[in-house]
Protein backbone atom coordinates (compact mmCIF):
# COMPACT_ATOMS: atom_id res chain seq x y z
CA UNK A 1 0.00 0.00 0.00
CA UNK A 2 1.71 3.45 -0.80
CA UNK A 3 0.88 6.09 1.63
CA UNK A 4 0.66 9.89 1.15
CA UNK A 5 0.99 11.63 3.88
CA UNK A 6 0.38 15.56 4.04
CA UNK A 7 1.66 18.25 5.83
CA UNK A 8 0.82 20.28 7.89
CA UNK A 9 -2.14 18.64 9.44
CA UNK A 10 -3.86 21.79 10.67
CA UNK A 11 -2.69 24.98 9.61
CA UNK A 12 -4.87 28.10 10.88
CA UNK A 13 -3.54 31.40 9.25
CA UNK A 14 -5.06 35.11 8.27
CA UNK A 15 -6.79 36.04 5.38
CA UNK A 16 -4.46 37.71 3.23
CA UNK A 17 -1.19 35.57 3.85
CA UNK A 18 0.04 33.19 1.81
CA UNK A 19 0.33 29.05 2.74
CA UNK A 20 2.09 26.55 1.06
CA UNK A 21 0.96 22.49 1.90
CA UNK A 22 2.54 19.54 1.65
CA UNK A 23 1.84 16.02 -0.23
CA UNK A 24 4.85 13.59 -0.15
CA UNK A 25 5.58 9.45 -0.65
CA UNK A 26 8.30 7.24 -1.24
CA UNK A 27 6.25 5.66 -4.10
CA UNK A 28 6.16 7.67 -7.56
CA UNK A 29 2.42 8.53 -9.16
CA UNK A 30 1.93 8.19 -12.51
CA UNK A 31 -0.35 11.68 -11.90
CA UNK A 32 -1.75 13.35 -8.63
CA UNK A 33 -5.51 14.92 -7.73
CA UNK A 34 -6.06 17.55 -5.58
CA UNK A 35 -9.42 17.36 -3.90
CA UNK A 36 -10.88 20.28 -1.59
CA UNK A 37 -14.00 19.03 0.69
CA UNK A 38 -15.73 22.05 2.49
CA UNK A 39 -17.55 21.06 5.85
CA UNK A 40 -20.94 18.43 5.48
CA UNK A 41 -19.84 17.86 1.88
CA UNK A 42 -18.31 15.36 -0.55
CA UNK A 43 -14.40 16.10 -1.87
CA UNK A 44 -14.14 18.49 -5.52
CA UNK A 45 -11.60 18.12 -7.37
CA UNK A 46 -9.69 21.11 -7.75
CA UNK A 47 -6.31 20.10 -10.50
CA UNK A 48 -4.50 16.97 -11.77
CA UNK A 49 -1.15 17.25 -12.47
CA UNK A 50 0.22 14.66 -14.80
CA UNK A 51 3.82 15.29 -15.63
CA UNK A 52 7.11 15.36 -13.43
CA UNK A 53 7.84 19.17 -12.54
CA UNK A 54 4.60 20.66 -13.86
CA UNK A 55 3.13 23.02 -12.44
CA UNK A 56 -0.79 24.45 -12.80
CA UNK A 57 -2.48 27.81 -11.50
CA UNK A 58 -6.23 28.11 -10.78
CA UNK A 59 -6.31 31.65 -9.78
CA UNK A 60 -4.49 32.16 -6.57
CA UNK A 61 -4.00 28.09 -5.99
CA UNK A 62 -0.87 27.09 -7.46
CA UNK A 63 -0.42 23.14 -8.13
CA UNK A 64 3.17 21.49 -8.02
CA UNK A 65 3.92 17.69 -9.15
CA UNK A 66 7.87 17.17 -8.17
CA UNK A 67 10.48 16.04 -10.72
CA UNK A 68 10.70 12.50 -9.24
CA UNK A 69 6.51 12.38 -9.56
CA UNK A 70 6.71 11.30 -5.55
CA UNK A 71 5.43 14.21 -4.04
CA UNK A 72 3.60 18.02 -4.56
CA UNK A 73 2.59 21.10 -3.41
CA UNK A 74 -0.13 23.41 -3.59
CA UNK A 75 0.61 27.24 -2.40
CA UNK A 76 -2.16 29.56 -2.23
CA UNK A 77 -1.31 33.40 -2.65
CA UNK A 78 -3.32 35.90 -0.43
CA UNK A 79 -5.69 33.17 1.12
CA UNK A 80 -9.33 34.01 1.72
CA UNK A 81 -11.97 32.69 4.02
CA UNK A 82 -13.83 30.73 1.13
CA UNK A 83 -10.50 28.77 0.93
CA UNK A 84 -11.34 27.16 4.14
CA UNK A 85 -11.76 23.51 3.88
CA UNK A 86 -9.93 20.23 4.02
CA UNK A 87 -7.36 19.56 1.15
CA UNK A 88 -6.58 16.39 -0.27
CA UNK A 89 -4.17 14.93 -2.22
CA UNK A 90 -4.30 11.43 -4.09
CA UNK A 91 -1.85 9.32 -5.94
CA UNK A 92 -2.62 7.13 -8.98
CA UNK A 93 -0.22 3.61 -9.63
CA UNK A 94 1.21 3.11 -12.37
CA UNK A 95 -0.64 0.28 -14.22
CA UNK A 96 -3.46 -0.85 -11.98
CA UNK A 97 -5.02 2.58 -12.15
CA UNK A 98 -5.34 2.69 -8.03
CA UNK A 99 -5.75 6.22 -6.77
CA UNK A 100 -4.52 6.58 -2.88
CA UNK A 101 -5.59 9.44 -0.76
CA UNK A 102 -3.72 11.16 1.47
CA UNK A 103 -4.62 11.96 5.19
CA UNK A 104 -5.52 15.76 4.35
CA UNK A 105 -4.53 19.65 5.66
CA UNK A 106 -7.03 20.76 7.40
CA UNK A 107 -6.95 25.00 6.56
CA UNK A 108 -8.83 27.79 8.19
CA UNK A 109 -8.87 31.12 6.98
CA UNK A 110 -9.66 33.66 9.74
CA UNK A 111 -11.21 36.52 8.78
CA UNK B 1 -28.60 17.42 -12.90
CA UNK B 2 -27.77 16.00 -9.83
CA UNK B 3 -24.29 14.09 -9.84
CA UNK B 4 -24.04 11.41 -7.00
CA UNK B 5 -26.71 11.13 -4.88
CA UNK B 6 -26.61 9.01 -1.73
CA UNK B 7 -29.04 7.70 1.04
CA UNK B 8 -29.70 8.63 4.18
CA UNK B 9 -27.73 11.52 5.05
CA UNK B 10 -27.59 10.84 8.65
CA UNK B 11 -28.56 7.39 10.35
CA UNK B 12 -28.04 6.14 13.92
CA UNK B 13 -27.87 2.19 14.61
CA UNK B 14 -27.85 -0.38 17.66
CA UNK B 15 -24.41 -2.49 17.61
CA UNK B 16 -25.51 -5.83 15.79
CA UNK B 17 -27.99 -3.93 13.46
CA UNK B 18 -28.09 -4.22 9.44
CA UNK B 19 -28.68 -1.51 7.13
CA UNK B 20 -28.11 -0.42 3.60
CA UNK B 21 -26.31 2.51 2.16
CA UNK B 22 -27.42 3.87 -1.49
CA UNK B 23 -25.58 5.54 -3.97
CA UNK B 24 -27.07 6.58 -7.28
CA UNK B 25 -25.14 8.67 -10.14
CA UNK B 26 -26.21 10.15 -13.30
CA UNK B 27 -23.23 10.53 -15.14
CA UNK B 28 -23.31 7.45 -16.69
CA UNK B 29 -19.73 6.59 -15.19
CA UNK B 30 -18.10 2.76 -15.33
CA UNK B 31 -16.81 2.89 -11.52
CA UNK B 32 -18.07 3.38 -8.61
CA UNK B 33 -16.98 3.79 -4.91
CA UNK B 34 -17.26 3.41 -1.53
CA UNK B 35 -15.04 5.03 0.92
CA UNK B 36 -15.14 6.02 4.64
CA UNK B 37 -13.41 8.92 6.68
CA UNK B 38 -12.47 9.19 9.98
CA UNK B 39 -10.47 12.23 11.80
CA UNK B 40 -6.96 12.08 10.95
CA UNK B 41 -6.98 8.77 8.89
CA UNK B 42 -8.23 10.53 5.50
CA UNK B 43 -10.45 8.48 3.12
CA UNK B 44 -10.31 5.02 2.88
CA UNK B 45 -11.62 2.75 0.15
CA UNK B 46 -14.04 0.27 1.28
CA UNK B 47 -15.05 -1.37 -1.80
CA UNK B 48 -15.22 -0.68 -5.62
CA UNK B 49 -16.80 -1.28 -8.56
CA UNK B 50 -14.16 -0.87 -11.78
CA UNK B 51 -17.20 -1.24 -14.15
CA UNK B 52 -20.80 -2.94 -14.24
CA UNK B 53 -20.79 -6.26 -12.93
CA UNK B 54 -17.83 -6.03 -10.94
CA UNK B 55 -17.06 -5.56 -7.48
CA UNK B 56 -13.16 -5.69 -5.62
CA UNK B 57 -12.11 -5.00 -2.35
CA UNK B 58 -10.58 -1.80 -0.73
CA UNK B 59 -8.32 -1.48 2.08
CA UNK B 60 -10.91 -2.06 4.45
CA UNK B 61 -13.69 -4.51 3.41
CA UNK B 62 -14.53 -6.42 6.35
CA UNK B 63 -17.93 -6.13 8.01
CA UNK B 64 -18.92 -4.69 4.13
CA UNK B 65 -20.74 -6.36 1.71
CA UNK B 66 -21.60 -4.17 -1.81
CA UNK B 67 -23.82 -4.63 -4.88
CA UNK B 68 -23.58 -3.31 -8.31
CA UNK B 69 -27.09 -2.94 -9.07
CA UNK B 70 -26.97 -1.61 -12.05
CA UNK B 71 -24.67 0.88 -14.15
CA UNK B 72 -26.20 3.61 -11.95
CA UNK B 73 -26.35 2.34 -8.84
CA UNK B 74 -24.24 0.99 -6.13
CA UNK B 75 -24.97 0.23 -2.61
CA UNK B 76 -22.81 -0.66 1.07
CA UNK B 77 -24.63 -3.34 2.91
CA UNK B 78 -23.35 -3.23 6.95
CA UNK B 79 -25.23 -7.07 7.78
CA UNK B 80 -24.05 -6.31 11.82
CA UNK B 81 -23.04 -2.77 12.24
CA UNK B 82 -20.26 -2.06 14.87
CA UNK B 83 -19.51 0.80 16.84
CA UNK B 84 -15.56 0.80 14.45
CA UNK B 85 -18.71 1.54 11.53
CA UNK B 86 -19.28 4.87 13.34
CA UNK B 87 -17.97 7.30 10.52
CA UNK B 88 -18.99 9.25 7.49
CA UNK B 89 -19.32 7.31 4.17
CA UNK B 90 -19.05 8.76 1.02
CA UNK B 91 -19.88 7.47 -2.45
CA UNK B 92 -18.16 8.23 -5.45
CA UNK B 93 -17.56 7.46 -9.75
CA UNK B 94 -15.44 8.28 -12.10
CA UNK B 95 -15.69 7.96 -15.98
CA UNK B 96 -13.06 4.94 -15.36
CA UNK B 97 -11.12 3.67 -12.76
CA UNK B 98 -8.16 6.59 -11.48
CA UNK B 99 -9.89 9.50 -13.31
CA UNK B 100 -11.05 12.29 -11.36
CA UNK B 101 -13.75 11.08 -8.99
CA UNK B 102 -17.52 12.87 -8.25
CA UNK B 103 -18.55 12.74 -4.71
CA UNK B 104 -22.00 12.19 -3.05
CA UNK B 105 -22.56 14.44 0.27
CA UNK B 106 -22.00 11.33 2.16
CA UNK B 107 -24.18 9.87 5.19
CA UNK B 108 -22.64 10.39 8.75
CA UNK B 109 -23.31 6.85 10.28
CA UNK B 110 -23.42 6.41 14.30
CA UNK B 111 -23.23 3.18 16.20
CA UNK B 112 -24.54 2.46 19.51
Known amino acids: TQLLEQSPQFLSIQEGENLTVYCNSSSVFSSLQWYRQEPGEGPVLLVT?????EVKKLKRLTFQFGDARKDSSLHITAAQPGDTGLYLC???????????FGTGTRLTIIP | NAGVTQTPKFQVLKTGQSMTLQCAQDMNHNSMYWYRQDPGMGLRLIYYSASEGTTDKGEVPNGYNVSRLNKREFSLRLESAAPSQTSVYFC???????????FGPGTRLTVT
Open chain 2, 92 to 102: ASSVWRGYEQY
Open chain 1, 90 to 100: AGKDFGNEKLT
Open chain 1, 49 to 53: VVTGG
